[in-house]
């Protein structure tokens, strides 16, 4: 593998093999020595024009405990301050022989754009509201794993809704086209507001009514609803939006037996989820953070464990 | 994203040559089922008389048939002893000198059963050959605790030792040549057990 700059890059074997290969990554975290040689010798850099410290610094560890040298490189203070074109700062950083970029950008099609321009391997952390793959395969890892608890295998017939700002999500595209290749059934529900456009070309059933769809999800997706959004008239109110679309505790009561919850984080407690959602014994939100390292050494290893990815 | 190869296959294509489609006719048996079955037998009561009984014995077989190597040296064991004995996976993928080399694979599950710490670990694999496998092993086991001592099981030795390693307990030393592959056959895994040689390359 090149790149993983978006989750339509994956096929079924290499998504399966990455879930798989973080199953084995999770056990080195109880280990005496918590560190496999495979990356000796590479270098990665994270690159991170946005704050994200649960990312970076799980990308930053998966690096370290596969014998990677990880440099992180905030974009604050750097010569993109300066004024420096972000080609510039990425061809400047790519002649120094990095062998991987993981890169946080705010606008779609950053980390894309980047991967053509230099000769290093690229891990696309989050493009402004377009993908994050990274974050759909821990989501996908915690619902796996949740749904052999309860004595399921896979994703076939499984239904995954996904509710809430679906307009300025990065992870829900990034969710819609791993669970495409997975199997999984996904469910969008959002106000028509926050629907970003062409969600109909998506293949997904689409609702503005969460109740129906609680009845027979089997993971119920809820995503962070920003506060500076507030201000944007996509809702009229913080209290109209939790009455119609948050997790309250009579929703929960509603949930189907054996279905789970994820939340990508940061959590809006009391906006799109209750607290007591939140921390029910089915959620998966610290499930999903955990899994975090695991896939994010998979993702690693898949792309630097061998020389294929690489050019000469 | 290759699933694993037999690891004879990428050690013995280092002359160019990979293994072709018509290898499957050229290839003759070695060893025969009842010959392994008595192989076996023999490497399970070595271990036992070189160990002096089953305590703090560790058996870990590397992946793909090692593993069921090992879960059948412990159920003979147990049979001898009449105790359990410790077994577990070895996984050694991460620790190929040659890992960045070739396409990329899927490591196995590694399974330590306990803690390594002061046991005697007994490594088993199907085929001796360069040497390079219980070299990443034993690089490893490093990373896992701090045995007393690690000894080597092997069904197969074919010799060309590219590292200076040495099997404890042999069950079979086959002279080969370098283009010739070694295969050992499994029931777990290949429906009956059998130990095969054939021609690697169509030259």
Redesign the interface.
């Known amino acids: 593998?090149r790149h993983l700059l978006s989750c339509a890059d994956l096929d079924l074997?290499?998504a399966t093999?990455i879930l798989?290969?973080a199953e084995?990554m999770q056990?080195v975290q109880s280990?005496?020595?918590k560190?496999?040689?495979?990356l000796r010798g590479r270098t990665i850099v994270n690159i991170f024009f946005e704050d994200s410290t649960r990312t970076r610094t799980s990308f930053e560890i998966a690096g370290k405990w596969?014998s990677a040298d990880t440099i992180n490189v905030s974009a604050k203070g750097s010569s993109v301050s300066k004024g420096e074109s972000l080609r510039d700062t990425m061809l400047t950083l790519d002649a120094m022989g990095v062998d991987c970029f993981v890169i946080r950008h705010s606008s779609s099609g950053a980390a894309a754009q980047v991967a053509s321009w230099v000769r290093a391997q690229v891990v696309n952390a989050g493009d402004g509201q377009h993908e994050h793959p990274t974050q759909a395969l821990l989501d996908a890892y915690a619902m796996r794993q949740h749904f052999r608890t309860v004595g399921a295998e896979g994703f076939a017939g499984k239904k995954i809704a996904i509710v809430g700002d679906l307009l300025h999500s990065r992870v829900v595209r990034s969710n819609v086209l791993l669970q495409h290749t997975l199997g999984g059934e996904v469910v969008l529900v959002a106000p028509p507001t926050l629907l970003p456009t062409g969600v109909e070309n998506w293949g997904c059933q689409i609702s503005d009514d969460l109740d129906p769809v609680l009845g027979e999800a089997d993971i119920v997706m809820m995503l962070r609803v920003q506060r500076e959004r507030m201000a944007g008239g996509f809702f009229p109110t913080e209290r109209e939006y939790t009455a119609r679309f948050g997790l309250t505790e009579e929703r929960l009561a509603a949930m189907k037996p054996d279905a789970a919850i994820c939340h990508p984080g940061p959590m809006n407690r009391g906006v799109e989820i209750s607290s007591a959602a939140a921390d029910a014994a089915n959620s998966l939100v610290l499930d999903q953070v955990a899994a975090g390292v695991a896939i994010r050494m998979s993702v690693l290893?898949?792309l630097l464990?061998?020389?294929?990815?690489a050019v000469h | 994203m290759v699933d694993p190869a037999p690891r004879e296959v990428s050690t013995s294509s280092t002359d160019g040559s990979g293994p072709t489609s018509g290898s499957e006719e050229s290839s003759r048996t070695v060893v025969d089922a009842s010959e392994l079955a008595r192989s076996l037998s023999r490497i399970a009561h070595e271990i036992l008389e070189a160990n002096r009984g089953a305590s703090d014995l560790v058996l870990l077989g590397i992946p793909t048939r090692g593993v069921h190597l090992a879960r059948r040296l412990a159920r003979l064991i147990e049979g001898i002893e009449g105790s359990p004995v410790r077994v577990g996976d070895l996984d050694i993928t991460m620790y190929r000198d040659d890992l960045r080399r070739n396409p990329t694979r899927n490591p196995a599950r590694t399974s330590i059963p306990g803690r390594i710490d002061d046991a005697v670990v007994v490594l088993v694999d199907d085929v001796l050959y360069s040497g390079r496998t219980i070299g990443a092993a034993i690089d490893a086991l490093r990373d896992l605790g701090r045995p007393r001592a690690v000894r080597l099981a092997v069904l197969v030795d074919r010799g060309h030792r590219e590292l200076p390693v040495a099997a404890d307990h042999v069950g079979r030393t086959i002279q080969t040549a370098a283009d010739e592959r070694v295969q050992v056959l499994l029931t777990e895994k290949d429906g009956h057990d059998a130990v095969t040689i054939s021609r690697g390359g169509n030259r």
């Not at chain 1, 560190?35 to 495979?38: D, I, S």
């Not at chain 1, 464990?305 to 990815?309: C, I, P, R, Y």
């Open positions: 593998m074997s290499t093999g798989d290969l084995e056990q280990r005496p020595v560190k496999l040689p495979a596969l290893y898949h464990g061998s020389d294929e990815g």
